[in-house]
């Protein structure tokens, strides 16, 4: 696990020769890509990026995935640290237990990166088929200053391993089928919404940020046309699912797509 110890002296050093300044607002982060569906045996790659205008010297993250499923083996700063001119020190560890831990600060009063931009990145490697939640268990952002930069919010992703399709003739790969939540945020019931292109087997799983199936709500043979298919919060056993986003995966012969809900009692 990496020391919180030393990023506070690293904090304090800067304190040290910069003056006080207000904190800014409350900030929003996202992963690139989102959702994101690699063949067994490909490698892939995870940044974290800030959206908005915002100044900040320091980011920490601390990060869960199944490692059945995924392995990380690097990490580091992204292409906003990798702007500046001067020192900045980035730090990465991973236990294989499914946690890694991450973070960059730059040094010098006049050196701090200025968003938008890629602050992290995460790069993996695929170990066997299936689907890994990406789950933010810290997340901390700090300005200039060395003040922390409250409310900073970094949603969840999911990274499916699944066949290599690239080997199959010289034929592209098709589109994943566009799918709609109605509503999305939900209380108690929405629906999900899709276009059959051909007719054939249709199965629609939902998953909890753990990984866990929580109901499959079709599977069987439908025609080619419009689908909608409700669910109604309730688990496969029945039980009220509780507040929270939710993960779908929807596999039909060819094609394949994943997405989020969100459930709010």
């Given at each position: 696990m990496i020391s919180r110890k030393w990023v506070l002296l690293v904090g304090l050093m800067i304190l040290g020769g910069l003056g006080q300044t207000s904190a800014p607002l409350a900030q929003e982060l996202e992963f690139s890509p989102q959702d994101q569906?690699?063949?067994?045996?490909?490698?892939?790659?995870?940044?974290?990026?800030?959206?908005?205008?915002?100044?900040?010297?320091?980011?920490?993250?601390?990060?869960?995935?199944d490692p059945t499923i995924i392995a990380g083996f690097a990490g580091g700063a992204g292409a906003a640290f990798d702007e500046l001119s001067c020192y900045v020190w980035e730090e990465f560890t991973d236990d294989g237990d499914g946690t890694w831990e991450g973070f960059a600060v730059s040094f010098g009063t006049d050196c701090f990166v200025v968003g938008p931009g890629e602050l992290f990145v995460?790069?993996?490697?695929?170990?066997?088929?299936?689907?890994?939640?990406?789950t933010v268990t810290a997340v901390r952002l700090f300005d200039p200053a060395g003040n922390v930069i409250p409310d900073v919010e970094l949603g969840s992703t999911t990274v499916i391993v699944g066949e290599d399709l690239s080997g199959v003739g010289n034929m592209p790969a098709p589109a994943r089928p566009e799918v709609r939540v109605v509503p999305n945020p939900f209380n108690p019931r929405t629906h999900i919404e899709f276009e059959m292109r051909e007719a054939g087997r249709v199965r629609l799983r939902l998953f909890d940020l753990k990984g866990r199936l929580v109901c499959c709500l079709i599977d069987g043979v439908y025609p080619v046309g419009p689908v909608s298919i409700p669910w109604d919060g309730l688990t496969d056993q029945g039980l009220a699912?509780?507040?929270?986003?939710?993960?779908?995966?929807?596999?039909?012969?060819?094609?394949?797509?994943?997405?989020?809900?969100?459930?709010?009692?």
């Open positions: 569906v690699l063949a067994l045996g490909d490698d892939g790659r995870l940044a974290v990026v800030l959206n908005e205008a915002v100044e900040l010297r320091t980011i920490e993250l601390e990060i869960q995935y995460w790069d993996f490697s695929t170990l066997a088929e299936g689907m890994s939640p990406i699912a509780p507040s929270g986003v939710y993960l779908f995966r929807l596999e039909t012969n060819r094609e394949r797509s994943t997405g989020r809900m969100t459930l709010a009692r």
